[in-house]
Structures are given as C-alpha cells and as structure tokens.
C-alpha cells in the first residue's frame, strides 16, 4: 500500500496540532489551584499531606482555634498564610 508523502506529512500535522490542542486543556486543568484574593487555600488532604498530620489532628487545631479555617459548601479550605501564622506560632510556643 502507497501513501502519498504530502498526504501523510499534512495528516501528521492535523494530528499533531490535536495532541498539542489536548496538551494544553490537561495543563489547564492540572494548574488549576484553589485561589481567593491571590492566595492559595488549602484543602485538608493538602494540609494533611504538608504537615504529615491525621485529619483528626487537623481537626483538633480547629477546634481549638488554633488553625483558622473557611468552609466552603461541606469542604474545609485554609488560607496559606494562616498555615504559615499557625507553624510560626508553633516554632514560637516550642522554643520557649
């Protein structure tokens, strides 16, 4: 069986611009982070996963009032900047 070099060149490059088309959407779901107001929240797996923490021990500083957080619909978000307040204030307590 004969194909035509120009037919198949101009059929790779349909093909090629459809992969690279597919390429760009995944990245654009890959790279959508969780942002209010230019900061990145925190889901508990997130957190959970950064500190190697439980989700009950995530569970406690709320409670306490240690780790703010945000409720949005039933899922539980934390600003980074509240993570970052919380680990400092943690430093601070346990050097002391």
Do not use: A
Not at 32 to 41: F, S, T
């Amino acid at each position: 069986m004969y194909i035509d070099q120009k037919y198949f060149d101009s059929w790779m490059q349909r093909l090629l611009s459809q992969v690279e088309l597919l390429q760009k959407k995944v990245d654009r779901l890959g790279n959508k982070d969780n942002v209010i107001n230019d900061e990145i929240l925190l889901d508990n797996q997130d957190l959970c996963l950064l500190l190697k923490v439980s989700k009950r021990t995530l569970q406690r500083f709320r409670s306490s009032g240690k780790l703010p957080y945000k409720r949005i619909g039933k899922k539980t978000y934390y600003l980074e900047s509240d993570v970052h307040k919380f680990l400092q204030s943690g430093f601070k307590s346990f050097v002391d």
